[in-house]
């Protein structure tokens, strides 16, 4: 049995604590904690191809948009995101929103958030060029522009 390692990254205002990586379930998934701040939301909508995201809501309540649809999903629920449906979340209630998110198989992982912070970090306004290269790398499709 493998052991696990927590690994914690921090993406702007929230935060991400890997708690089962590929390498500790011999690929068949990735889980990870998200901290997300009132106010706080996805940069950017995407898809991914190569697996599916199923998020599990410990505290608070998170507006989950997929495919153009809202979905509130509160404490004690979850969504499930299939490979290539446009989503993105965010915190628009009064408390931090706490989920924890399984990915299968596991092909993602730590690595993106981590590239991720690396070009957040690199000062000044975020590069768009450079945040949709990252999600590239790492299997996510950022989601065309919206005319909203």
Excluded: K
């Excluded at 914690?8 to 991400?16: A, C, E, F, V």
């Excluded at 995201?53 to 299939?82: A, F, K, M, P």
């Amino acid at each position: 049995m493998a052991q696990t390692t927590s690994t914690t990254i921090q993406l702007g205002p929230i935060q991400i604590d890997f708690l089962v990586t590929a390498d500790d379930s011999d690929g068949s998934l990735t889980m990870f904690e998200c901290l997300i701040p009132v106010g706080s939301r996805v940069p950017v909508p995407h898809s991914h191809d190569g697996f599916e995201e199923t998020n599990y809501v410990l505290e608070g309540t998170c507006t989950w948009t997929i495919d153009g649809q809202e979905r509130e999903v509160g404490t004690g629920e979850s969504v499930c995101i299939h490979r290539g449906q446009v989503h993105g979340f965010e915190n628009r209630g009064t408390e931090r929103v706490r989920f924890l998110a399984i990915a299968t198989p596991g092909v993602f992982g730590p690595a993106y958030f981590q590239d991720l912070a690396g070009v957040l970090a690199a000062g000044g306004p975020p590069d768009p060029a450079a945040i949709v290269g990252v999600m590239q790398r790492h299997g996510l499709t950022p989601a065309p522009p919206t005319n909203a």
